[in-house]
């Protein structure tokens, strides 16, 4: 006897661009993490933020006490000033002292010079060079004074420096943009310098995304990239596309797992991804021109590997046809799609439901498209008043 045609809907294999794509799960990471410190010890007088606010760059976060630098620093400023004065009085002894020895040795001079002619005594002499002497001891003492009260100068301006560099991190303030965590420590305490963080600030804005692709596509991923960019796409939420670049290619290939780490960078503006969140995400390598596909639904796998059903028109036959299957892709808004490498031309009729009745050469009879049978279920239905 034989068997009646076996129903059946058929799809046509297409000439596609597909683009190649790499596909993983990856993590969402702040591009920059800092833990913030006090730098001087004191009393937290008040806290301006709020937990989980985002705060800009150069905000002022905390405020501590500044009233013993600023007692220290009067008493610096005061130093400063006293060494200030204690300089030009050395200034003005060395003036006078330098018109003194001018006027001494003048007159060691002309002793000199009369004691030669025998007109002055030499004990007379000798007394007036001793003055001379003098007045140019004196003169070398008030330098040195000089010298001491600039070096005292330089060390009261140090400190002045030093405490007005203190009295400005009585104020932290935000040393990044982001968004603030918990805070630590409450208006009222007590810390010390170079503590416990008080505050932790990410910036999620930019954002990345670390993910690790096999090593097998390392030599790919590097040959697109130095090409240009490759653009990575994210989908926090399953629906939303968010578009991104690569950035990093780790040095290092993970033994345990066989991948290599990448990271790609978000703009992030609307904060739809979060430090620590698990999206999926596919970095475009290549965009492959002509390529065949098919719905992934209708490749099956036998004994032999991936195989097709192929409808033959003209005598409404079908035949098993082994076929290569690159991979899988979901184009947006559509079904996954089978990439094939090898097996099947553009045109041919692929069997796309009712494969489980089928053998190798049986007869097959068209069934309506599902989209026109829809379309004839609806024309069907009464009309609503």
Known sequence: MMMPAAPVRTVTAAAS??????SAVGTVEALSSVDVKSRVAGQVLRVDFQEGQNVEKGQLLFQIDPE????????????????????????????????LLKQTRAAADRAVALQNEGIYAKEQTEQTVETAESAQASLDADKAAVESAVASIKA????????????DYTKITAPIS?????IAIKAGNLIKDNDAALVTILQISPIDVSFGVPEQLLAEVRKYNAERPLVVHALPDGEHTITGTLRFIDN???????????????????HAMWPGQFVN???????????????????????????VWVMDPANETVAMRPVEVLRNYTPPGAPEEAVIGSGL?????????????????????????????SESKAAQMPGQS
């Open 345 to 373: 031309r553009s045109g041919e009729k692929v069997v796309s439901e009712g494969q489980m009745r089928l053998a190798p050469g049986m007869k097959v009879r068209l069934l309506q498209p599902q989209n026109e049978l």
């Open 68 to 99: 013993p630098l600023q007692r220290q620093m009067a008493e610096y400023q005061a130093d400063l000033a006293k060494d200030l004065a204690l300089e030009q009085q050395a200034r003005a002894n060395v003036v006078k002292d330098q018109a």
């Open 252 to 270: 290092t290939v993970d033994n345990t797992t066989g991948t290599i780490k990448l990271k790609a960078e978000f703009e992030n503006n609307d």
């Open 17 to 22: 661009d597909v683009p190649l794509l790499v």
């Open 281 to 307: 995400v596919q970095a475009q390598l290549d965009l492959e021109h002509g390529r065949i596909v098919v719905p992934s639904r209708t490749v099956e796998t036998g004994p032999q590997g991936k195989y």
């Open 156 to 167: 009261d301006r140090a400190k002045v420096a030093q405490t007005q560099l203190q009295l």
């Open 178 to 182: 982001g968004r603030a965590g918990a």
